[in-house]
């Protein structure tokens, strides 16, 4: 077996993580510095080159990647901006497709209009990874990320299918405007309806299987099965996961407790990894681009590398705000469903649309004998680059400028408050009922007690967070509620150890005592993370 190409891949994937990391202690996001890092890397002596095939991205890094960010993300708050984030998925990508495709058909010598088209649906799609992480960084407008977040879900699916109808039209085996449309409906409507085909099966057996190990292995293999499945229909592998993983993440409460606990560390560190590989691989294809460009060169190159990068700038904007306020001055309907809106919130979405991995994955599937491959494979690097580049640095200033209203945290902790406290009354005349059967009448007093004790602190605890604050710390009666106790529990934790040490209970035991100790602590993280 080859070892070097499996050590070169682990240290990929390391210092891929190592450079997020980092990320983290600077007011950079963590996309641009993993960039920056790979385009450094690629010119290290010694680094093998990691060309991107789109035969391991597409179906091996995209599914995973789109299921978990399609999972954290609200249904209810997805279908309620379904407009918006339907013109941006679709439409916009479609417009991004011909404006974008024309402009560099007009500029670059001897580039056919098919070929223009190919490079138009390569750069058309804002990607899922970049959006989500940034917005994710910038804390903004709860509105603002759910439409980038629904976009970025979709737009791929709209963006590979119209590539493949550019690129039948720029080999010469296209069926006209009639067989493209016909190939759009059924890669739209077949990945839905595989997507939904697959939802209700495969969540009857997360719910039937009690084990967590199975579950979350039959958790892992959910977005490559959606995929594959779609793809084998020639539907849109993109749709089939994103609507499976919205059913799913819609009723996760259905799913046992510890399997929510172990799938979400494991999806963490999954989505992690693969976000920070994921950019690292962007700089690394610098080389791989530069070679082959033939007559395209010098000044020239960079000319249409800088107007294809405007042209895909300035066509967001041109879409975006027609998009956003001629239908609300055309329906009144839609000012009635949808909250009022200012400038400012089609700026953000219009600056926003950063290019990512997906577009330089189907960029390299583009078949060797297609003209002007090479130059394509170039204007996809350079607009991926500077989109994450300009726009990605220019972004939270931009933000910070406009001074968009601030979450209300107030307004949300008085409504968790409340939820909490409507909870705990259901949960009182519930402990009240059990305790008249007759099964139950035999628990003792103090242990009643103490789960009405456990109850009634899980009520007070968000409106303590509303209470005042200690003028020298700034914690709240319920900060140091839980700071001390996190501070008992590693009392707890340090006897044990001790005990174990001095062989007065073996390490099975510590295990067990261990981990119900983590489960009360991962339970006052969690609500201090909240």
Do not use: C
């Amino acid at each position: 077996m080859e070892v070097l190409p499996l050590v070169a891949l682990v240290a990929l994937v390391a210092g891929s993580a190592v450079v997020a990391g980092l990320a983290r202690r600077t007011p950079v996001p963590a996309p641009l510095l993993l960039v920056a890092a790979g385009l450094v890397a690629a010119y290290v002596p010694g680094v093998p080159a990691y060309v991107l095939d789109p035969h391991i991205v597409l179906p091996l890094l995209l599914p995973p990647l789109l299921h978990t960010a399609a999972v954290d993300s609200s249904y209810l708050d997805l279908r309620a901006n379904i407009r918006p984030i339907g013109l941006l998925s679709v439409g916009y990508v479609l417009f991004a497709t011909l404006a974008v495709g024309y402009a560099a058909y007009l500029l670059v010598p001897g580039l056919s209009l098919p070929v223009a088209l190919v490079l138009g649906a390569v750069i058309a799609p804002p990607d899922a990874v970049a959006a989500t992480a940034i917005a994710r960084k910038l804390g903004l407008p709860h509105r603002i990320t759910t439409i980038l977040q629904g976009e970025s879900l979709v737009n791929d699916a709209t963006a590979i299918t119209a590539y493949k109808v550019a690129l039948a039209a720029a080999v010469g085996v296209s069926a006209g405007w009639a067989g493209g449309i016909a190939e759009f409906l059924l890669a739209s409507v077949g990945g839905v309806g595989v997507g939904l085909l697959l939802m209700v099966p495969i969540h009857h057996l997360r719910t039937r299987l009690k084990e967590p190990l199975l579950q979350n292995t039959l958790s892992l293999l959910i977005p490559f099965v959606a995929y594959a499945a779609a793809e084998r229909v020639h539907a849109s592998g993109v749709l089939a996961v994103v609507v499976v993983a919205l059913y799913l993440g819609h009723r996760n409460w259905q799913v046992d407790f510890a399997t929510r606990l172990q799938e979400e560390a494991v999806w963490k560190v999954i989505s992690f990894v693969l976000e920070s590989v994921v950019f690292a691989l962007i700089g690394l294809q610098l080389p791989v681009v530069l070679k082959g460009l033939g007559e395209y060169e010098g000044p020239a190159l960079v000319g249409y590398a800088l107007f294809v990068f405007l042209a895909v700038v300035v066509a967001r904007f041109v879409w975006v705000f027609p998009a956003t306020f001629l239908p609300r001055w055309l329906s009144e309907r839609v000012r009635r469903r949808e909250p009022d809106t200012t400038w400012k919130a089609p700026l953000i979405v219009g600056w926003a649309g950063m290019r990512g991995v997906v577009s330089l994955a189907i960029a390299f599937s583009i078949p060797l004998g297609v003209p002007h491959r090479n130059l394509i494979l170039f204007l996809t690097f350079t607009t991926v680059i500077g989109t994450l580049v300009v726009q990605g640095l220019t972004l939270p200033p931009l933000i910070r400028l406009l001074r968009l209203p601030p979450r209300d945290l107030r307004a949300e902790t008085l409504a968790e408050a409340q939820a909490q406290s409507e909870a705990s009354r259901a949960a009182e005349e519930r402990l009240r009922e059990l305790l008249e059967e007759p099964e139950n009448r035999t628990l003792p007093p103090p242990l009643a007690d103490r789960l009405r004790t456990v109850l009634e602190r899980r009520r007070n605890a968000v409106w303590e967070r509303l209470g005042e604050v200690n003028a020298e710390t700034g914690e709240s009666a319920d900060d140091v509620y839980r700071r001390l106790a996190r501070d008992m529990i590693e009392a707890e934790r340090e006897v044990f150890v001790a005990l174990r040490d001095q062989r007065r209970i073996d390490d099975e035991m510590l295990r067990v005592l261990l981990r119900r100790l983590d489960l009360e602590e991962a339970a006052a993280y969690r609500e201090e993370a909240a």
